[in-house]
Nanobody, 121 residues
Framework: QVHIVESGGGLVEPGGSLTLSCKVS????????MGWYRQDVGKQRELVAGITKTGVERYADSVKGRFTISRDNAKNMIFLEMNSVKPEDATTYLC???????????????WGQGTQVTVAS
């Protein structure tokens, strides 16, 4: 069983900064690609930023230059540094981890429950 917990959400002013954290725990062999997604109520989940095991980053156009994803493989964590936050960034942010249970298993995927980001003055 793989367990994912996000933290760091909260209230931030427009133009402000916030850093989200995602911790993966449980019984797995290795973590592969990980990412941050966001989802508004009634809308499709969208990729915000992703990072491979070797640190290759990918961003949605809407957050390029403002958000930075990073990864600590030793701690099984990823982070999302959010700068110059805009009102349209307010929503629930979810962490996703692709992993293997053992060296021979197929790739699996797990999601966290999400952390809420509110943008207001």
């Amino acid at each position: 069983q793989v367990h994912i917990v996000e933290s760091g959400g909260g209230l931030v002013e427009p133009g402000g900064s916030l850093t989200l954290s995602c911790k993966v725990s449980g019984a797995f062999y290795t973590l592969l690609h990980m990412g941050w997604y966001r989802q508004d109520v009634g809308k499709q989940r969208e990729l915000v930023a992703g990072i491979t095991k070797t640190g290759v980053e990918r961003y949605a156009d809407s957050v390029k230059g403002r958000f930075t994803i990073s990864r600590d493989n030793a701690k099984n964590m990823i982070f999302l540094e959010m700068n110059s936050v805009k009102p349209e960034d307010a929503t629930t942010y979810l962490c996703k981890a692709n992993f293997q249970y053992n060296s021979q298993s197929t790739e699996r995927m797990a999601w966290g429950q999400g952390t809420q980001v509110t943008v207001a003055s």
